[in-house]
């Protein structure tokens, strides 16, 4: 059974940091491209930031990049989401998806949600301004 959980969510104050995990089990992580996503409340889902399978190639939204830095570790079946420099806009539910390593050869990148074939139920980010 696949088990996706995310942890480390919380609240700060802009300008702060935080450190978001992804725990997976059930399925090979090794071949999976791993993913951030978020969703605000009345909002879209919004692809963050992601890192490859093979060749641990990362990937970020305009919005984030110089502030989020992914990781993974393969040891552990975790990816992390380093986030500084945080903004109030950066409050949402964050999201871990996993996407299979032939999909991701199809589209090197973020990608649709759709895309993804497991996800976990999310942690909440609230950036006070």
């Known amino acids: 059974e696949v088990h996706i959980v995310e942890s480390g969510g919380g609240l700060v104050q802009a300008g702060g940091s935080l450190r978001l995990s992804c725990a997976a089990s059930g399925f090979t992580f090794d071949d999976y491209t791993i993913a951030w996503f978020r969703q605000a409340p009345g909002k879209e889902r919004e692809g963050v930031s992601c890192v490859s399978s093979s060749d641990l190639n990362t990937y970020y939204a305009d919005s984030v990049k110089g502030r989020f830095t992914i990781s993974r570790d393969n040891s552990k079946n975790t990816v992390y989401l380093q986030m500084s420099n945080l903004k109030p806009e950066d409050t949402a539910v964050y999201y871990c998806?996993?996407?299979?390593?032939?999909?991701?050869?199809?589209?090197?990148?973020?990608?649709?949600?759709?895309?993804?074939?497991?996800w976990g139920q999310g942690t909440q980010v609230t950036v006070s301004s």
């Open positions: 998806a996993a996407r299979p390593r032939r999909s991701f050869m199809l589209y090197r990148g973020i990608g649709r949600g759709e895309w993804y074939n497991y």
